[in-house]
C-alpha cells in the first residue's frame, strides 16, 4: 500500500507542470501580497480543503522570485516546531529568526505545529 501511495506520488509530482489553472482571483491577492510582503503586511493565512491546490498557486508565484527572497518549508515534514527553526534558519541563512525581515516565509501546513505549539504561529507574526 506505501509503494502504491509513493509511486502514485511520484508520478504527479512529476507530471505537475507548475502552472495553475484558475484561482485568478487568488492569484491576484497572493501576488499583491508577494510584493508588498516585506513593506506592508506582517502575514497571510491560506486556508481550504485538501488538494485544492493552496501550495501549487503559491509555489507558482514564488518560482517567478530570486529563490534568497523567500522561505518555504512543509511543516509535516519538520516534524516538530524545533527544526522548523532549524530549518526556516538553514534555508534562510540567518542565525535568528530575528533576523528574518524582507524574506517572504512559506510554511504549509502550519496547523500541524499550531496544534503542537498554539504559541508559534502568534511569535511568527
Not at 518549508?73 to 530575528?98: P, R, T, W
Amino acid at each position: 500500500d506505501n509503494d502504491l501511495k509513493s509511486v502514485a506520488r511520484r508520478f504527479f509530482h512529476r507530471s505537475y507542470s507548475g502552472r495553475t489553472v484558475g484561482r485568478i482571483e487568488q492569484k491576484a491577492v497572493l501576488g499583491r501580497f508577494i510584493h508588498d510582503a516585506p513593506l506592508a503586511t506582517p502575514g497571510i493565512f491560506m486556508a481550504g480543503n485538501p488538494g485544492t491546490g493552496k501550495t501549487a498557486v503559491i509555489s507558482e508565484l514564488l518560482s517567478a522570485l530570486p529563490q534568497h527572497s523567500y522561505v518555504m518549508i512543509n511543516c509535516i515534514m519538520a516534524g516538530s516546531v524545533k527544526n522548523a527553526i532549524s530549518e526556516i534558519l538553514l534555508a534562510s541563512g540567518q542565525k535568528s529568526i530575528d533576523d528574518l525581515s524582507g524574506i517572504i516565509l512559506v510554511l504549509d501546513e502550519i496547523d500541524y505545529l499550531a496544534e503542537k505549539d498554539a504559541g508559534l504561529v502568534q511569535s511568527i507574526y
